[in-house]
Antibody, heavy 124, light 106 residues
Framework: EVQLVESGGGLVQPGGSLRLSCAAS????????MDWVRQAPGKGLEWVGR??????????EYAASVKGRFTISRDDSKNSLSLLMNSLKTEDTAVYYC???????????????WGQGALVTVSS | IQLTQSPSSLSASVGDRVTITCRAS??????LAWYQQKPGKAPKLLIY???TLQSGVPSRFSGSGSGTDFTLTISSLQPEDFATYYC?????????FGGGTKVEIK
């Protein structure tokens, strides 16, 4: 059974940093791309970014709103995905989900598995 | 690429046929997915590549469209379908979601 479990959420002051983790199980993690998606309280979904697999040199993509502040990384030996968030702003307050794209081909980028989410609150 | 969903909310009764539209600001071929989200839960994949039903999703859900105009149809609304629905384009980065459509009980 595929499982994605986020951890590391919490309260952080504006300008601070936080690292989220996503523990993956039930599939060959190293084969897959992985995404982060967030949802501000009472708002819609916002795609945050993606990291590709080793075969695609672990390249990354980011939303404009987080580019230069957030960094996605992965440790295939630990089946773990990370999101390092720097220079946090109050508007980064959201539930952060990790999600697994179905595959690496162009028609397989939809997210077929999601974690339960981790709440990040940026406030003084 | 901007995705505009309409309506942003709707009220419907059990058994009704419901249609939600998603319009892309430029052509995205068929690289569109639909998700369902219930309060406090993670989104759930319903449809991918515009019209392919995800395994385990009831056949009352269907998707259509290509290019810039897409629809999600629920043929006969069931009590468990009251939720918020989002489209997502997977054609080009940054990937984007529509603003969502909340389906409420009439």
């Amino acid at each position: 059974e595929v499982q994605l479990v986020e951890s590391g959420g919490g309260l952080v002051q504006p300008g601070g940093s936080l690292r989220l983790s996503c523990a993956a199980s039930g599939f060959t993690f190293s084969d897959y791309y992985m995404d982060w998606v967030r949802q501000a309280p009472g708002k819609g979904l916002e795609w945050v970014g993606r990291i590709r697999n080793k075969a695609n040199i672990y390249t990354t993509e980011y939303a404009a709103s987080v580019k230069g502040r957030f960094t996605i990384s992965r440790d295939d030996s630990k089946n773990s995905l990370s999101l390092l968030m720097n220079s946090l702003k109050t508007e980064d307050t959201a539930v952060y989900y990790c999600g697994r794209p179905h595959g690496t081909t162009y028609s397989d980028h939809h997210l077929d598995y999601w974690g339960q989410g981790a709440l990040v609150t940026v406030s003084s | 690429i901007q995705l505009t969903q309409s309506p942003s909310s709707l009220s419907a009764s059990v058994g009704d046929r419901v249609t939600i539209t998603c319009r892309a600001s430029q052509g995205i071929s068929s690289y569109l997915a639909w998700y369902q989200q219930k309060p406090g839960k993670a989104p759930k994949l319903l449809i991918y590549t515009a019209s392919t039903l995800q395994s385990g999703v009831p056949s009352r859900f269907s998707g259509s469209g290509s290019g810039t105009d897409f629809t999600l149809t629920i043929s006969s609304l069931q009590p468990e379908d009251f939720a918020t629905y989002y489209c997502q384009q997977l054609d080009s980065y940054p990937l984007t979601f529509g603003g969502g459509t909340k389906v409420e009980i009439k």
